[in-house]
């Protein structure tokens, strides 16, 4: 990665029970209504389809369209359940929303198979590249990795769709 001084991204960095989804899709909300023009994915769960899972989906902020990111396996399923063809379909969904120029890009999850060098990757790097802002939900617990993909320290945000909103219109308004 490129002087990560040069890089324009936050991490909104969220605990078990923080809601970094919502907070993320009110500031969408309110940066939209604002004018802004804003790509990528938003996290939304779902139902629940078993003991401590639920239904993972990915708003496409383009288009509207819905992706859901896990194999529903039934209830008794153990394990990981990530379908990596819906990984795969989110991953160019969030390469056009990066062609696309953005004002600002949303990343549902700096994840596992983030961490591990696959999933969505190449294209939040390619978006960091472009100069495109870039917000991700990154557990704590990934925090280093995430800092790591960025080759420093990372701007931490906290769930709170005020803050998000508010660092979103100064990388805008930096970038006019």
Sequence with gaps: MKNSGDLRAAAVVFESGDDADAAMAVAVAALRHAGLRIGGLLQVF????????????????????????????????????????ALTRAGQALHEAVQARPDLLVVSRFGKQEALGGGMRAEIAEALLSGIPVLVAVRAGLREEWERFLGSPAQVLPTCADTIAGWARAQATAAS
């Design 46 to 85: 779902g139902p629940a389809i078993g003991p401590c899972k639920r239904e993972m989906n990915l708003l496409v902020l383009a288009s509207g369209d819905w992706i859901r990111l896990d194999q529903p396996r039934g209830p008794e399923a153990q394990g990981c359940t990530l379908d990596g063809d």
